[in-house]
């Protein structure tokens, strides 16, 4: 064979192995097409999805009962349903901290061998009124006083007669203190013009209105208004309580209400709120406005969301709804009524006259410079004490064993329902319900038995 014969069979044999080699590729590829995709899973979500689906392949693939193959264990909640049921978690541990922190407070608020707190019941009272005063102290004394013996101070611009104080002192175990209104107190201060104060009374009486042509009432809002919790009978004292005269205590106080005030901070607290009459404080609200811009330091912002301003005035301050808390109840701060902020304004309104030339009340005093000076916390409704004054009566409305057990009052009479009421704006300010001021516990016998 010659050279060139031998060097065209090797090209020959080249050219048909390539020739083989790319059949062969094709034949891989075709075949490589014609089998189905892999699936890969780069989660454990995913991979999770892929066992389930091949599962359900399985499933259909073989005639199985369903029961014959499990579905791998079921997944982790998404994260949004574990946070809430962490939220549900932690909103039960919070509720029952809450619970038992209320438990633990009711148990110093009924503790009797504590400490007494430094508090008394004041009164303002006439000799003429021993009687209806006697019978005030005989059902605060039956509901609440004679576990707890907190003081009396009684208060009178008249000498307290023997007879007064023997009586008096027979109504209860506690101390009972008797005190004089200094005469500047109970008097005209130098800058009023009698006069007009004279003809201001006259024209009031002529329409009708309460009060409207007394003297001496007007000293008493006057004297109620900012001198009688500067008495020295009151120094050392955190908290006053106000009796009146002829009032009834119809709700067993199982509880302190001065260790409420004490325990929780509060400096005010009240069981009636209405509306005062119009044509007695014509000019009290644009005084009280003219004091709250030239003594901003002592005015709460009613920019802040804890403001009591609503209480008040239903157009940011522009002027006054005419609600306030009838203050023949409150339990109050001596501090707070003390305070260079509310003696401040007492003054400033003392200076405008309208105490003598209108007819100003001290409720509406108290009320005001309560919504102006504190904030929501500061203030409390004690819903669960009965109390009537006059034609007026609280009496609880809500839970059947307060109103059943605790109670003789008939609801149905209760002044919260009027609609010269101001409880309810109360409730809407503090965004709260009427129950959740209800701070009693119910006996054993006053629960349903499970």
Same mark, same amino acid.
């Given at each position: 064979?010659?050279?060139?014969?031998?060097?065209?069979?090797?090209?020959?044999?080249?050219?048909? #192995?390539?020739?083989?080699?790319?059949?062969?590729?094709?034949?891989?590829?075709?075949?490589?097409?014609?089998?189905?995709?892999?699936?890969?899973?780069?989660?454990?979500?995913?991979?999770?999805?892929?066992?389930?689906?091949?599962?359900?392949?399985?499933?259909?693939? *073989?005639?199985?009962?369903?029961?014959? #193959?499990?579905?791998?264990?079921?997944?982790?909640?998404?994260?949004?349903?574990?946070?809430?049921?962490?939220?549900?978690?932690?909103?039960?541990?919070?509720?029952?901290?809450?619970?038992?922190? *209320?438990? +633990?407070?009711?148990? #110093?608020?009924?503790?009797?061998?504590?400490?007494?707190?430094? @508090?008394?019941?004041?009164?303002?009272?006439? +000799?003429?009124?021993?009687?209806?005063?006697?019978?005030?102290?005989?059902?605060?004394?039956?509901?609440?006083?004679?576990?707890?013996?907190?003081?009396?101070?009684?208060?009178?611009?008249?000498?307290?007669?023997?007879?007064?104080?023997?009586?008096?002192?027979?109504?209860?175990?506690?101390?009972?203190?008797?005190?004089?209104?200094?005469?500047?107190?109970?008097?005209?201060?130098?800058? #009023?013009?009698?006069?007009?104060?004279?003809?201001?009374?006259?024209?009031? !009486?002529?329409?009708?209105?309460?009060?409207?042509?007394?003297?001496?009432?007007?000293?008493?809002?006057?004297?109620?208004?900012?001198?009688?919790?500067?008495?020295?009978?009151?120094?050392?004292? &955190?908290? =006053?309580?106000?009796?009146?005269?002829?009032?009834?205590?119809?709700?067993?106080?199982?509880?302190?209400?001065?260790?409420?005030?004490?325990?929780?901070?509060?400096?005010?607290?009240?069981?009636?709120?209405?509306?005062? =009459? $119009?044509?007695?404080?014509?000019?009290?609200?644009?005084?009280?406005?003219?004091?709250?811009?030239?003594?901003?330091?002592?005015? =709460?912002?009613?920019?802040?969301?804890?403001? *009591?301003?609503?209480?008040?005035?239903? &157009?940011?301050?522009?002027?006054?709804?005419?609600?306030?808390?009838?203050?023949?109840?409150?339990?109050?701060?001596?501090?707070?009524?003390?305070?260079?902020?509310?003696?401040?304004?007492? $003054?400033? *309104?003392?200076?405008?006259?309208?105490?003598?030339?209108?007819?100003?009340?001290?409720?509406?005093?108290?009320?005001? !410079?309560?919504?102006?000076?504190?904030?929501?916390? &500061?203030?409390?409704?004690?819903?669960?004490?009965?109390?009537?004054? &006059?034609?007026?009566?609280?009496?609880?409305?809500?839970?059947?064993?307060?109103?059943?057990?605790?109670?003789?009052?008939?609801?149905?009479?209760?002044?919260?329902?009027?609609?010269?009421?101001?409880?309810?704006?109360?409730?809407?300010?503090?965004?709260?319900? @009427?129950?959740?001021?209800?701070?009693?516990?119910?006996?054993?016998?006053?629960?349903?038995?499970?």
């Amino acid at each position: 064979m010659t050279l060139h014969s031998r060097s065209f069979l090797t090209s020959k044999s080249i050219f048909r #192995i390539v020739i083989a080699g790319v059949v062969t590729l094709c034949i891989l590829w075709i075949y490589r097409s014609s089998l189905p995709k892999n699936k890969y899973c780069n989660t454990s979500t995913d991979c999770y999805n892929l066992l389930k689906e091949k599962a359900r392949q399985f499933r259909q693939a *073989l005639p199985l009962k369903p029961t014959d #193959i499990s579905d791998p264990e079921p997944p982790t909640p998404p994260p949004q349903e574990q946070g809430n049921l962490d939220t549900l978690g932690t909103q039960n541990i919070t509720l029952n901290q809450e619970n038992e922190a *209320l438990d +633990n407070e009711y148990k #110093i608020l009924t503790n009797t061998s504590l400490p007494r707190v430094k @508090a008394a019941f004041v009164v303002l009272a006439r +000799n003429s009124e021993l009687y209806a005063l006697r019978s005030s102290m005989r059902y605060l004394e039956a509901r609440f006083n004679n576990k707890y013996n907190y003081p009396w101070i009684f208060l009178n611009e008249q000498p307290f007669t023997e007879e007064f104080k023997r009586l008096t002192r027979m109504m209860t175990q506690s101390e009972v203190h008797y005190g004089l209104v200094p005469t500047e107190h109970w008097s005209y201060p130098d800058w #009023i013009n009698q006069t007009k104060a004279a003809e201001s009374r006259k024209s009031m !009486a002529d329409r009708g209105i309460v009060y409207g042509g007394s003297e001496s009432y007007r000293h008493m809002c006057r004297y109620q208004s900012g001198f009688f919790m500067m008495h020295p009978l009151l120094d050392g004292l &955190d908290y =006053y309580w106000r009796v009146e005269p002829g009032v009834k205590f119809s709700c067993d106080i199982d509880y302190d209400p001065f260790r409420l005030m004490q325990e929780r901070n509060i400096k005010y607290g009240f069981t009636i709120a209405l509306r005062e =009459y $119009r044509a007695t404080i014509p000019t009290l609200w644009q005084t009280t406005v003219e004091y709250a811009k030239s003594h901003p330091q002592y005015i =709460y912002p009613r920019t802040r969301p804890d403001s *009591l301003l609503r209480l008040v005035s239903h &157009d940011n301050g522009w002027s006054y709804n005419l609600c306030h808390f009838w203050s023949n109840f409150e339990i109050a701060s001596v501090k707070f009524m003390r305070s260079e902020g509310y003696q401040s304004y007492f $003054r400033y *309104l003392d200076k405008a006259g309208g105490f003598f030339y209108e007819r100003w009340g001290d409720a509406p005093v108290h009320s005001i !410079a309560t919504a102006l000076m504190l904030k929501k916390s &500061d203030v409390h409704w004690f819903y669960d004490i009965g109390y009537k004054h &006059d034609n007026f009566e609280h009496c609880p409305m809500e839970e059947k064993w307060l109103v059943n057990s605790k109670c003789y009052c008939d609801p149905a009479t209760s002044f919260d329902v009027n609609p010269g009421s101001c409880t309810n704006l109360f409730l809407e300010v503090m965004e709260r319900s @009427a129950s959740s001021y209800i701070v009693t516990r119910p006996d054993k016998d006053d629960l349903p038995s499970s």
